[in-house]
């Protein structure tokens, strides 16, 4: 299934050099998402003596990961709701996370003025509920209005879209964009401001003691290593608190005076639904995501084809043009983890499906405690914060599940098939000489086998058929068919196997 997202199929390619050679630096940034390329446009901007020397590493192209596979909304409230924050930290705290947030839109709308055109609109959120789920709405209008956020009772929603059954949210001045021409913009500007980017160049080995990470075909040693890569890489201690979901996307051509018109959209039911249009190429779309699952657990494909049918249910039966996923990991306690953590490097992770914004406030409150001048929300923010009374139930949960996936032996599918019986397009884990090995047939009869254990602490991998990939449901490290890594926090990719099939030939049985 091609899942190149509506966002990455309409902005304009990237082509920056792949790291050679060894280089030092002040400041060395993994990950080239909205967070890295925001910190490495604050940084190379510095107009001192002496700007730190900035130099960000991307292991596939800039904004591929995840920021370039999201909605492109931008909001101060939190898709799980500022209730919950205000239910577990109080008014207070829940106040100050609207703040920072608006402010990181703010930051985002006054860059945007520095740029190309990015497709940067200011809109209302709008959130509603079918009768079950309405006491949500109920309370999160009450939470916005303790937190001093612009937020009104609407009465109606426009039709096509589900119908309220109760209150219905209107949260003013938020925003959307397109978030890969955002960063392709961004990482630009950086560059040439000095910012020394490098894409196709994966880390494979971080020395935290040296301060040095080492690719393919080059290192970088830095004062400061900052990762920027939506969860840190190798093992640190957040990956026990964060449980990680995927969310999926789709998009269809819709017209262009068609409803709702300009606003984010969250329908809140059994199905979550989170709607929005875009105009792109002189075309017009409309956008649905939701159906959040479990990495490494869930059908993927089921999820895919449920979140269709809702659509086609209230939008009817267009061809969709795009479809397209993303990885989400939550804190514990309802708050990302941003800044400095055992390991001396910077961490910005524990965003759930709000990585856009909060995305923006890691990379400015990083950069502020790098030029300086940390600030008081830093410190409510700190991954070192360990908080059971707040997330205790969540940290417990989700180590039962690591613990379970550890033992359990994930050989549920046809582990008796031969490998040389496995159709083009099929995947199983297959005992084959004695040995577990996760295999693949590609389409064009390409045979690909390799180790289930996770090569980061030792989870089995599960495939996920709609992004053709070997998932981990421990702490969502993904896997290509021949081992390397896509994302999340394994360093080392699942080990090739030779085996007598593989030897035998490559060609997909009739
Ligand atoms: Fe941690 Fe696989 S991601 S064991």
């Given at each position: 299934m091609n899942t190149l997202s509506l966002w990455r199929g309409t902005a304009a390619p990237t082509g920056y050099a792949m790291l050679s050679g060894d280089v030092t630096c002040d400041v060395l940034i993994v990950g080239g998402g909205i967070t890295g390329v925001t910190?490495?446009?604050?940084?190379?901007?510095?107009?001192?003596?002496?700007?730190?020397?900035?130099?960000?590493?991307?292991?596939?192209?800039?904004?591929?990961?995840?920021?370039?596979?999201?909605?492109?909304?931008?909001?101060?409230?939190?898709?799980?709701?500022?209730?919950?924050?205000?239910?577990?930290?109080?008014?207070?705290?829940?106040r100050q996370v609207?703040?920072?947030?608006?402010?990181?839109?703010?930051?985002?709308?006054?860059?945007?003025?520095?740029?190309?055109?990015?497709?940067?609109?200011?809109?209302?959120?709008?959130?509603?509920?079918?009768?079950?789920?309405?006491?949500?709405?109920?309370?999160e209008i009450e939470a916005l209005t303790a937190a001093g956020c612009a937020v009104d009772r609407g009465t109606t929603i426009p039709a096509p879209l589900p119908p309220a059954e109760g209150d219905v949210l209107v949260l003013r001045n938020q925003a959307q964009f397109q978030p890969q021409a955002y960063v392709v913009a961004l990482a630009a500007r950086a560059a040439q401001a000095g910012a020394s980017i490098h894409e196709h160049s994966r880390v494979l080995e971080i020395d935290h003691k040296a301060r040095r990470a080492v690719t393919a075909a080059g290192s970088v040693t830095a004062r400061e290593i900052v990762m920027a890569t939506h969860t840190p890489k190798g093992v640190h201690l957040v990956h026990t608190e964060m449980p990680v979901h995927r969310e999926y996307a789709i998009a269809f051509e819709w017209a262009p005076d068609g409803p709702p018109g300009p606003g984010t959209f969250w329908w809140k039911a059994a199905e979550h639904l989170s709607i929005r249009t875009l105009q792109a190429g002189g075309r017009h779309y409309l956008v649905c995501a939701g159906q959040e699952h479990k990495v490494g657990i869930h059908n993927a494909t089921a999820g895919m084809i449920a979140l269709e049918n809702l659509a086609r249910?209230?939008?009817?039966?267009?061809?969709?043009?795009?479809?397209?996923?993303?990885?989400?990991?939550?804190?514990?306690?309802?708050?990302?983890?941003?800044g400095r953590n055992h390991s001396d490097c910077f961490i910005a992770t524990g965003f759930a499906t709000d990585g856009l914004t909060w995305g923006t406030v890691a990379a400015r409150l990083i950069a502020a405690e790098l030029l300086g001048h940390k600030s008081a929300f830093a410190d409510l923010v700190k991954p070192g914060r360990l908080s059971p009374v707040k997330g205790g139930k969540n940290i417990l949960q989700e180590n039962a599940l690591v613990v379970t996936q550890l033992v359990k032996d994930y050989l549920t599918q046809r582990q008796n098939e031969k490998l040389s019986e496995l159709k083009a397009g099929d995947s199983a884990i297959v005992d084959a000489e004695g040995e577990t090995v996760a295999a693949y047939r590609a389409p064009d009869g390409e045979l690909f086998a390799v180790s289930p254990v996770c090569t980061h602490v030792g989870c089995k991998v599960h495939w996920n058929?709609?992004?053709?990939?070997?998932?981990?449901?421990?702490?969502?490290?993904?896997?290509?068919?021949?081992?390397?890594?896509?994302?999340?926090?394994?360093?080392?990719?699942?080990k090739r196997k030779h085996t007598p099939d593989l030897a035998g030939g490559g060609s997909a049985p009739a």
């Open positions: 910190l490495a446009d604050l940084l190379a901007e510095q107009k001192t003596a002496n700007p730190p020397k900035v130099v960000l590493l991307e292991a596939d192209a800039i904004g591929t990961g995840t920021t370039g596979n999201s909605t492109g909304n931008l909001y101060e409230t939190l898709s799980s709701g500022l209730r919950e924050i205000h239910a577990k930290w109080g008014a207070e705290v829940a609207a703040d920072e947030r608006r402010t990181a839109v703010n930051f985002i709308e006054e860059r945007c003025r520095l740029l190309p055109d990015v497709g940067f609109r200011r809109c209302d959120l709008v959130e509603w509920a079918d009768r079950a789920h309405n006491d949500a709405i109920r309370k249910k209230y939008f009817g039966d267009r061809p969709v043009t795009h479809r397209w996923s993303a990885q989400n990991y939550r804190g514990a306690d309802a708050l990302p983890y941003i058929s709609v992004e053709t990939s070997w998932d981990c449901p421990c702490h969502g490290s993904r896997f290509r068919p021949d081992g390397t890594v896509i994302e999340g926090p394994a360093l080392a990719p699942l």
